[in-house]
């Protein structure tokens, strides 16, 4: 599986704007600094967790788990046939 940049950029836009554009749009009062960090840090964390999924897709560390007779199967139609007498 390949990557794509259009799924990057979205998201980037999307973080970037909870990140960015939202602090300016908190609240005055006693807690709006509090409310603007905690803005940034949801969204660097969720950016960066969704990022760590997405490119763990990539190239997974666990496959299929097959049974015999499929990769038996799957030999003989892509034309590498296995003899069964191996020892």
Request: hydrophobic share 50%; with cysteine.
């Amino acid at each position: 599986m390949g990557y794509s940049l259009i799924p990057i950029f979205v998201f980037s836009i999307l973080w970037g704007v909870v990140g960015i554009i939202c602090p300016i749009f908190a609240p005055k009062g006693p807690n709006r600094g509090i409310i603007q960090v905690v803005l940034i840090l949801t969204a660097a964390t969720c950016w960066l967790f969704w990022l760590c999924a997405y490119m763990a897709q990539m190239n997974p560390l666990i496959g299929p788990r097959l049974s015999n007779e499929t990769l038996i199967w799957i030999s003989r139609t892509w034309g590498n046939k296995i003899n069964n007498t191996q020892a």
